[in-house]
């Protein structure tokens, strides 16, 4: 049990935009996936630029806007591309996580013992 993350991490390939400034100080936008997510950090793939570990990026998913740090990368294959591992300054619900669990209870149906109005 050594490899114990601080949070629960979901899978989810889910489109995004980073955007701040490469290992050369050079200003991007560019748009990745993220592979998986938790509350604090995400896992991005198809990462094209060269981000310097401690940076500062700004993710966007959908209208929503968050600052990372670039707390790992790791080359893939030719090392065209990179997977990066992102962890936020503050707790921020970017990815809806909370919702979803709220959602899923809501939509359950009837509970048992409610009256059911079947028409007449």
């Known amino acids: 049990m050594g490899n114990q993350r601080r949070l629960d991490r979901t899978k989810a390939v889910l489109p995004v ?3 701040g400034n490469d290992i050369s100080g050079e200003s ?3 748009l ?4 998986d997510v938790s509350r604090t950090g995400v896992r991005l793939g198809a990462v094209r630029r060269q981000l310097e ?8 998913y959908r209208q929503h806007k968050a600052e990372f740090r670039v707390i790992w990368t790791k080359p893939l294959g030719s090392g065209a ?3 990066v591992g992102l962890e936020a300054d503050a707790q921020k619900d970017l990815w809806g996580l909370d919702a979803s669990a709220t959602s899923r209870s809501q939509t359950a149906g009837p509970t ?4 059911i109005s079947m028409g007449a």
């Open 17 to 19: 935009r980073i955007s």
């Open 28 to 30: 991007y936008s560019e």
């Open 32 to 35: 990745v996936h993220t592979l």
């Open 53 to 60: 570990v401690g940076s500062l990026v700004v993710l966007q």
């Open 81 to 83: 591309e990179q997977q």
């Open 112 to 115: 048992p013992g409610s009256p």
